[in-house]
């Protein structure tokens, strides 16, 4: 099979691989075109381009998606199959001409969590098991008739990165698993069938990280994991942003929510509706990532 590939960030760059290792032709790579960043704005290449010119595979960087000019690159590639991870969404155009369609890697159990964040929201929801999902693409958004799926289950101390790390590593060899059934023939999918359990995974915006101290300090704890190590849920402290990536919780009765204060032992803790959640890695405002223990050292108390 002649495989075009579409990605972008490092969770795509693990699919790659192992499509490249297991002996798959890629004739091309599609990601974003190179971006200024740094302190010197100088262009950055995308993860996904890095890995493609490490192993000599052509790289298309196509600002519009349906220019004439990309789709005639496209077609002369005659490719059989189309894999897409981490990439934004494709126009019909360019999903629905290959023979046998395009293939996606989701990193959620469709029809559960369907949307930009599933990582982050899965988390933030308290759940305890999610996984990857390889569904073929139609029209609307994560909706195609799945694949194959493979879950995973989510530890009380794993947080957005860990996560990310072990369903990229999972939904690269769910990957293979799909292209090796593909090239055997074997297209046999299941339609997607939404029941009311199940739950969205929109983009993360401001508000969300925004920590409400209303909320039992078991969703206020899901809620930091669900936004570390980004983008980071945030609260005012002495009229300044304070972050917090990590911590822990003890359960007490009748505390009053919104209480920040050093207690005793000079730990720094925040009271939310049925106890107090005791921050571990925090970053002020204008101020790097720190041990608490060092914000604590630093207030003015």
């Given at each position: 099979?002649?495989?075009?590939?579409?990605?972008?960030?490092?969770?795509?760059?693990?699919?790659?691989?192992?499509?490249?290792?297991?002996?798959?032709?890629?004739?091309?790579?599609?990601?974003?075109?190179?971006?200024?960043?740094?302190?010197?704005?100088?262009?950055?290449?995308?993860?996904?381009?890095?890995?493609?010119?490490?192993?000599?595979?052509?790289?298309?960087?196509?600002?519009?998606?349906?220019?004439p000019?990309?789709?005639?690159?496209?077609?002369?590639?005659?490719?059989?199959?189309?894999?897409?991870?981490?990439?934004r969404?494709?126009?019909?155009?360019?999903?629905?001409?290959?023979?046998?369609?395009?293939?996606?890697?989701?990193?959620?159990?469709?029809?559960?969590?369907?949307?930009?964040?599933?990582?982050?929201?899965?988390?933030?929801?308290?759940?305890t098991?999610?996984?990857?999902?390889?569904?073929?693409?139609?029209?609307?958004?994560?909706?195609?008739?799945?694949?194959?799926?493979?879950?995973?289950?989510?530890?009380?101390?794993?947080?957005?990165?860990?996560?990310?790390?072990?369903?990229?590593?999972?939904?690269?060899?769910?990957?293979?698993?799909s292209?090796?059934?593909?090239?055997?023939?074997?297209?046999?999918?299941?339609?997607?069938?939404?029941l009311?359990?199940?739950?969205?995974?929109?983009?993360?915006?401001?508000?969300?990280?925004?920590?409400?101290?209303?909320?039992?300090?078991?969703s206020?704890?899901?809620?930091?994991r669900g936004?570390?190590?980004?983008?980071?849920?945030?609260?005012?402290?002495?009229?300044?942003?304070?972050?917090?990536?990590?911590?822990?919780?003890?359960?007490?009765?009748?505390?009053?929510?919104?209480?920040?204060e050093?207690d005793?032992?000079?730990h720094?803790?925040?009271?939310?509706?049925?106890?107090?959640?005791?921050?571990?890695?925090?970053?002020?405002?204008?101020?790097?990532?720190?041990?608490?223990?060092?914000?604590?050292?630093?207030?003015?108390?």
């Amino acid at each position: 099979m002649k495989i075009i590939f579409y990605g972008t960030p490092q969770f795509a760059v693990a699919s790659l691989e192992k499509i490249i290792e297991n002996g798959f032709e890629v004739v091309a790579v599609v990601t974003a075109p190179d971006k200024p960043a740094g302190r010197g704005m100088q262009l950055h290449q995308s993860d996904v381009k890095v890995c493609a010119l490490k192993h000599a595979i052509p790289v298309l960087q196509p600002v519009n998606l349906k220019a004439p000019e990309f789709i005639a690159q496209l077609e002369a590639l005659k490719p059989d199959l189309q894999v897409i991870i981490a990439f934004r969404m494709l126009p019909e155009m360019v999903w629905n001409f290959p023979p046998l369609g395009t293939m996606n890697l989701h990193a959620s159990l469709l029809p559960n969590y369907r949307g930009a964040a599933p990582i982050n929201r899965a988390i933030m929801n308290g759940e305890t098991h999610t996984g990857v999902t390889t569904f073929f693409l139609k029209h609307a958004i994560d909706t195609g008739n799945i694949l194959m799926q493979k879950e995973v289950e989510i530890l009380e101390d794993d947080d957005v990165g860990t996560l990310h790390d072990k369903l990229m590593t999972i939904g690269a060899d769910l990957v293979v698993e799909s292209l090796r059934k593909i090239e055997a023939g074997d297209i046999a999918t299941t339609p997607q069938i939404v029941l009311p359990e199940h739950k969205h995974a929109p983009k993360i915006f401001t508000q969300d990280c925004e920590l409400n101290w209303n909320m039992s300090v078991q969703s206020i704890h899901n809620q930091i994991r669900g936004l570390s190590p980004y983008p980071g849920a945030l609260t005012k402290y002495q009229d300044k942003i304070l972050k917090i990536y990590k911590g822990y919780y003890l359960l007490e009765e009748n505390t009053s929510p919104g209480i920040f204060e050093v207690d005793s032992t000079k730990h720094f803790r925040i009271s939310g509706s049925n106890g107090w959640y005791y921050p571990t890695l925090v970053q002020p405002e204008g101020k790097r990532k720190m041990p608490v223990q060092d914000f604590v050292n630093g207030l003015k108390i």
